[in-house]
């Protein structure tokens, strides 16, 4: 995707989002406002495109401001979750469209073959069987995980082992493109992305995580994350959305919030995805080590002092 066009269409997308803010479509102030559904959208694309986080920072993020709406009102926090991942969806799909028609066509190519022939055919393979782990750990342990996983203590914890994760991996060497991985690989990075289900530990965070340790240079890390991005999120959005949207009972004063989040997210991710694409190319990941270890120590900070409680 050009440059031109990614800046043109997230500054569409983030402008009408605040222009529906602005004239207040559809708002319900004793629901998530437009505005609230604004700042969770931004923070959706960039953090879930970013080695951050993007579930911690929507707990953090509510719980740092004391927004409890979501939290208290499940119904409506799932269809508004779906239209968070449905902006990145299209984000991550958009820019990198080339790169999806190419190794669809070489994942098809390789079934009428029954072979793997080029690095096309083996990124596309890779992309598919590292899905597969997380798709299995998020079905069977979804609501063990909401029950059990997401309070800001937990999440501080997590950032803070992930950043140091991090820093661990990026020092090995850039041995490895993204052609040069094999299915095991694969598997490797597949059960690797289970772990991100765990807010806190952020998909892309573990996934390029996964890949330096590997050996992949920067470039193609980053790469491989927002690729196995969209199996992983339109899996979820898929199932969310028909379960949650079209086939459930829509609470009130969805339609606000959801278009002007998801529009945000969108925008949001697709400035996230060049940001980190070019920054990558010229730097290591230590931007991103430092921002979670200080936002961990804000939160154990916050807790600690009595500002805020452990748990949300």
Request: charge should be negative; avoid cysteine.
């Amino acid at each position: 995707m050009r440059r031109s066009l990614v800046y043109g269409v997230a500054g569409a997308a983030l402008g009408l989002a605040v222009v529906l803010v602005l004239v207040g479509f559809a708002d319900d102030p004793d629901a998530l406002t437009n505005g609230q559904a604004f700042v969770l959208g931004v923070v959706q694309g960039a953090t879930e495109l970013l080695p951050i986080s993007s579930s911690g920072h929507l707990t953090l993020v509510p719980w740092a401001a004391e927004w409890t709406y979501l939290e208290e009102n499940d119904r409506f926090h799932q269809t508004f979750d779906v239209a968070l991942h449905l902006g990145t969806l299209v984000a991550v799909a958009a820019y990198f469209w080339s790169d999806l028609v190419r190794l669809v066509r070489a994942w098809l190519g390789t079934l009428a073959r029954r072979r793997i022939e080029t690095a096309d055919d083996r990124i596309a393979w890779f992309v598919v069987v590292a899905t597969i782990p997380a798709g299995i750990v998020g079905l069977l342990g979804e609501d063990l995980i909401a029950d059990n996983l997401g309070e800001p203590w937990q999440i501080a914890i997590l950032l803070a082992a992930g950043a140091l994760l991090l820093a661990w991996a990026d020092h090995f060497p850039e041995r490895k493109h993204m052609g040069d991985l094999g299915l095991r690989h694969a598997v490797v990075m597949g059960l690797a992305q289970a772990l991100a289900l765990a807010p806190g530990v952020s998909r892309s965070g573990i996934t390029i995580t996964a890949a330096r340790f590997m050996g992949l240079d920067r470039d193609g890390a980053a790469r491989f994350s927002f690729l196995l991005l969209l199996p992983t999120v339109l899996g979820a959005v898929v199932l969310k959305g028909v379960g949650d949207v079209l086939l459930g009972d829509l609470p009130a004063g969805w339609q606000g919030p959801f278009l002007v989040g998801m529009l945000a997210a969108l925008g949001s991710g697709l400035l996230a995805i060049d940001w980190l694409l070019g920054y990558v190319r010229r730097h290591t990941y230590e931007v991103f080590v430092w921002y979670r270890l200080v936002v961990a120590a804000l939160v154990a900070l916050a807790i600690v002092s009595g500002a805020r409680s452990a748990t949300f």
